[in-house]
């Protein structure tokens, strides 16, 4: 029986050698299934050794014949923006990809920084001459908005892909005006919160804010016990020499109503309304009055004017106030302090779920509406970012300027939720809301009176500007 299956196998393999001859020859082959068998490759048939891979199409090479790209920074710098500083690990990264963005284009980049204001005046005056005063400005958006109505600057919304996840986060809202994108930025480095003296607040006992903020126990109760720990008369002369907070009042009234899920101004199906007499914002304007009035645990506002934010600092620096609400940038200012500070967000209000980061000064750039070649300036300003490194660059940023890693995570995290107030800078409602701010303060009114008197002439002010905006 061996045998036999042998011998079977053996003429198996005799009969396919056979067919694989007959297979091979110059004989036409009749039978279909033959033809089909013969075109199929073979399992160990060699691949092809140096089959090309397809190249991706190359880029259209741009040569603008060493044209300079000129960026106005209007006093930006201090708040992230800006050129590469030099001498820092992702400054001098910034460095070499500019080189090498100047050599790709044939260009030369050159960043100007300009006094606060001067970039926005220069705007207008090119405008008028028709000549483009800068490929990109970096200002205020405040200082923007009156410059978009009057046409001086150009929507970007077919220059960038804003959907892309690159961008920072809330930027198709922060960026855009009247549902057309104008500004734009690479990173955000943006908010207030407030400053606190850390030596003083070991030195009197108190919570470290950090620590309430992971407990979920940072609210205006915590705050006011803290302020009223920290208020003292410490060489008992009989006068307080040591507040709890300080601060300019509108500022911390603006912080303070954001803070309550509450708002000066809103965009109601299409339309700003004035909202300042809302319960919510009504109830940030009492607990303000009363931090002042019932409580005396902020420092009086001597001046009624932008001089005492100056004091404000003073006291500050100098330990005679254990906080003072602030922005990011003012970091930068208080490294003379001999006190440890720190850095955390405003207290959430009763009517607050989270936390609240209300701007007035808020930089993004913008393109001028008369700039030459913009699809090009666009690609280029794109290519000089380090789209991978900008949460990094805004830690090391920010670690230069403050104090702890708690500190320097709570700046990151904050600017994630920036909401520039889109009243600042409009007609004369800041004109309106400071006197409002102060008679409730320090001249014996009321919130709710105050609300209720500026209550049209911001209207006026939001229907003739902003309500009337090009669309």
Not at 196 to 205: A, V
Not at 372 to 392: F, G
Not at 435 to 455: C, H, L, Q, Y
Request: proline share 6%.
């Amino acid at each position: 029986m061996r045998k036999l299956k042998t011998f079977a196998s053996v003429m198996l393999v005799f009969a396919f050698i056979f067919v694989t001859a007959c297979s091979g020859s110059d004989k036409p082959n009749n039978d279909p299934g033959a033809e089909k068998n013969a075109e199929t490759p073979k399992n160990d048939a060699a691949a092809p050794e140096d089959t090309p891979e397809p190249k991706e199409p190359e880029e259209p090479k741009i040569d603008l014949g060493g044209r300079e790209i000129r960026i106005l920074l209007d006093d930006a710098e201090q708040r992230g923006l800006g050129g590469p500083v030099e001498g820092t690990k992702f400054g001098d990264m910034r460095m070499e990809r500019q080189k090498e963005v100047e050599k790709k284009y044939n260009v030369k980049i050159v960043y100007e920084p300009l006094a606060y204001g001067q970039v926005n005046e220069k705007l207008i005056a090119s405008g008028l001459a028709g000549e483009p005063v800068a490929d990109i400005v970096a200002i205020d958006k405040y200082f923007a908005i009156p410059l978009i109505n009057q046409g001086l600057l150009r929507e970007v919304d077919d220059l960038f892909d804003f959907n892309d996840p690159k961008w920072p986060k809330g930027i198709q809202n922060f960026g855009a005006w009247n549902g057309k994108m104008y500004g734009f930025t690479d990173s955000v480095n943006a908010g207030s919160g407030i400053y606190y003296n850390k030596t003083l607040f070991k030195r009197e006992g108190l919570p470290d804010p950090h620590q309430l903020v992971k407990e979920d126990k940072w609210n205006w109760d915590t705050f006011l016990e803290i302020l009223k720990k920290a208020t003292k008369d410490t060489d008992g002369d009989g006068n307080i020499d040591q507040w709890g907070i300080a601060n300019h009042a509108p500022i911390i009234a603006r912080i303070i109503m954001y803070a309550n899920n509450g708002a000066l101004v809103e965009n109601r199906d299409g339309k700003w309304v004035f909202t300042g007499d809302e319960p919510n914002a009504v109830e940030a304007m009492r607990f303000l009055y009363d931090l002042v009035n019932t409580h005396k645990v902020m420092m009086p506002n001597k001046n009624g004017n932008f001089e005492d934010w100056v004091d404000s600092q003073t006291a500050f620096h100098t330990g005679k106030a254990a906080m003072v609400t602030g922005e990011l940038w003012e970091a930068g200012g208080r490294k003379e302090m001999t006190d440890e500070f720190g850095f955390v967000y405003f207290p959430k209000g009763p009517k607050a779920t989270e936390y609240a980061n209300s701007l007035e000064n808020f930089s993004l750039y913008f393109m001028p509406a008369n700039v030459k070649q913009p699809e090009v300036v666009a690609q280029i300003w794109n290519d000089l970012i380090l789209w991978d490194e900008t949460r990094n660059i805004r830690k090391e940023f920010n670690e230069r300027n403050l104090q702890g890693a708690e500190d320097v995570e709570a700046a990151l995290t904050i600017s994630d939720w920036v909401n520039p107030v889109p009243w600042a800078g409009v007609g004369d409602i800041g004109g309106n809301l400071s006197p409002a701010i102060w008679n409730f303060v320090r001249n014996g009114s009321t919130p709710e009176s105050e609300m209720e008197k500026i209550k049209q002439p911001v209207q006026k002010s939001l229907d003739d500007i902003l309500n009337k905006a090009k669309k």
